[in-house]
């Protein structure tokens, strides 16, 4: 459930009791140069489907529901979360100069009552923005250096068998994590987060992803380059098995979907861009990141090095495109394992 407001140009009403039958609001602004004035005051907005933005962290929610028109007459905003909610909203409507009406009464939003919150939201704002843009102290770029080095080296050791280096990798991650002052949140993941239109989005990137690697991106390179690949033992293992499909599938979730993507592009990307720092940290990050994680995969030969390269390319731009969310970029490698895995099992690949 939100608390909903309903942002007009309400003129000079004191209520919704006020206003006659035959009333007609006004033009508000056009949508872009509208969105423009919001992002100017909540530099945290996220507009990337002009007519639906959000407002999101970890004590408030606001959806700003904008509407398919250019010409705005009204809009609404949809509330989740604590009292520093109020703080931003009074920022917006101040700012834009409009009243909002409350949609569980006959009244406006009491801008005055509000204002209280205001300092309180603007501090927290601040604090945020501080804390993002605030490069790693020397220790912490020691330890995550050795998290990184052990997330690429450690697998491939062979000294763990089933998986087992999962183990000493999650522990060391959540410690750097944990001893800067951050959870697994702070990296794109947590429960509250899960949008269900992740599935569809996830499913989708995976189906037309593989479609384009398998028939057309390799048969074209096949035909210019020689370039070898290792199945791992996949084919033989899982062809016609459905037990050992079953298991690889699980395994596809766990392994690909969840942990890879919780340690390339929720830990290294992000520690890497905190390293970097400055306009282009995100830019090398994901070069940087996306190079790690197709060379991560270098025992698949040239092949899946070159597969994990361009398909993790694919995630990170998921989890970026989706407000830094990693279960869009999870669901998308976890059904793109599972559709590799099925193609093995049917005899396809």
Same mark, same amino acid.
């Given at each position: 459930?939100?608390?909903?407001?309903?942002?007009?140009?309400?003129?000079?009403?004191?209520?919704?009791?006020?206003?006659?039958?035959?009333?007609?609001?006004?033009?508000?602004?056009?949508?872009?140069?509208?969105?423009?004035?919001? /992002?100017?005051?909540?530099?945290?907005?996220?507009?990337?489907?002009?007519?639906?933005?959000?407002?999101?962290?970890?004590?408030?929610?606001?959806?700003?529901?904008?509407?398919?028109?250019?010409?705005?007459?009204?809009?609404?905003?949809?509330?989740?979360?604590?009292?520093?909610?109020?703080?931003?909203?009074?920022?917006?409507?101040?700012?834009?100069?409009?009243?909002?009406?409350?949609?569980?009464?006959?009244?406006?939003?009491?801008?005055?009552?509000?204002?209280?919150?205001?300092?309180?939201?603007?501090?927290?704002?601040? /604090?945020?923005?501080?804390?993002?843009?605030?490069? %790693?102290?020397?220790?912490?770029?020691?330890?995550?250096?050795?998290?990184?080095?052990?997330?690429?080296?450690?697998?491939?050791?062979?000294?763990?068998?089933?998986?087992?280096?999962?183990?000493?990798?999650?522990?060391?991650?959540?410690?750097?994590?944990?001893?800067?002052?951050?959870?697994?949140?702070?990296?794109?993941?947590?429960?509250?987060?899960?949008?269900?239109?992740?599935?569809?989005?996830?499913?989708?990137?995976?189906? %037309?992803?593989?479609?384009?690697? /398998?028939?057309?991106?390799?048969?074209?390179?096949?035909?210019?380059?020689?370039?070898?690949?290792?199945?791992?033992?996949?084919?033989?293992?899982?062809?016609?098995?459905?037990?050992?499909?079953?298991?690889?599938?699980?395994?596809?979730?766990?392994?690909?979907?969840?942990?890879?993507?919780?340690?390339?592009?929720?830990?290294?990307?992000?520690?890497?861009?905190?390293?970097?720092?400055?306009? /282009?940290?995100?830019?090398?990050?994901?070069?940087?990141?996306?190079?790690?994680?197709?060379?991560?995969?270098?025992?698949?030969?040239?092949?899946?090095?070159?597969?994990?390269?361009?398909?993790?390319?694919?995630? %990170?731009?998921?989890?970026?495109?989706?407000?830094?969310? %990693?279960?869009?970029?999870?669901?998308?490698?976890?059904?793109?394992?599972?559709?590799?895995?099925?193609?093995?099992?049917?005899?396809?690949?």
């Amino acid at each position: 459930m939100s608390w909903d407001l309903f942002v007009y140009d309400w003129e000079d009403f004191e209520s919704m009791d006020d206003i006659p039958d035959n009333w007609q609001p006004k033009r508000i602004a056009k949508r872009s140069d509208l969105i423009q004035s919001i /992002q100017k005051l909540e530099p945290s907005v996220d507009f990337s489907d002009p007519s639906w933005g959000s407002i999101e962290n970890e004590h408030f929610s606001i959806e700003l529901n904008m509407g398919d028109d250019e010409d705005v007459h009204s809009f609404t905003l949809h509330v989740r979360g604590g009292d520093l909610a109020l703080g931003c909203l009074a920022n917006i409507l101040t700012g834009l100069e409009l009243k909002a009406a409350d949609g569980s009464g006959s009244e406006f939003f009491d801008l005055e009552k509000a204002q209280q919150h205001f300092s309180a939201w603007r501090e927290f704002r601040d /604090q945020s923005l501080t804390r993002a843009n605030a490069s %790693l102290k020397s220790w912490e770029i020691v330890f995550s250096l050795i998290a990184i080095a052990l997330i690429l080296v450690l697998p491939h050791l062979e000294l763990f068998p089933n998986f087992g280096y999962i183990i000493p990798i999650a522990i060391t991650v959540r410690l750097v994590l944990y001893y800067s002052k951050q959870d697994l949140s702070h990296i794109g993941l947590s429960l509250k987060n899960f949008k269900l239109k992740a599935l569809p989005i996830g499913l989708l990137f995976a189906v %037309l992803s593989l479609a384009f690697m /398998q028939g057309l991106f390799f048969p074209i390179l096949e035909s210019i380059l020689s370039l070898s690949s290792h199945d791992l033992g996949l084919t033989a293992s899982q062809e016609g098995n459905l037990g050992n499909y079953l298991f690889f599938v699980l395994m596809a979730w766990l392994v690909g979907g969840i942990y890879e993507e919780i340690v390339f592009h929720g830990f290294i990307f992000t520690r890497l861009e905190a390293m970097i720092g400055g306009k /282009q940290a995100t830019l090398i990050s994901f070069i940087v990141s996306s190079a790690l994680f197709g060379l991560y995969h270098f025992h698949m030969g040239a092949l899946g090095l070159i597969n994990a390269w361009i398909i993790g390319m694919g995630y %990170l731009g998921l989890f970026i495109r989706f407000k830094r969310n %990693l279960w869009y970029s999870i669901m998308a490698h976890g059904f793109y394992n599972t559709l590799v895995m099925s193609l093995i099992y049917g005899g396809y690949l």
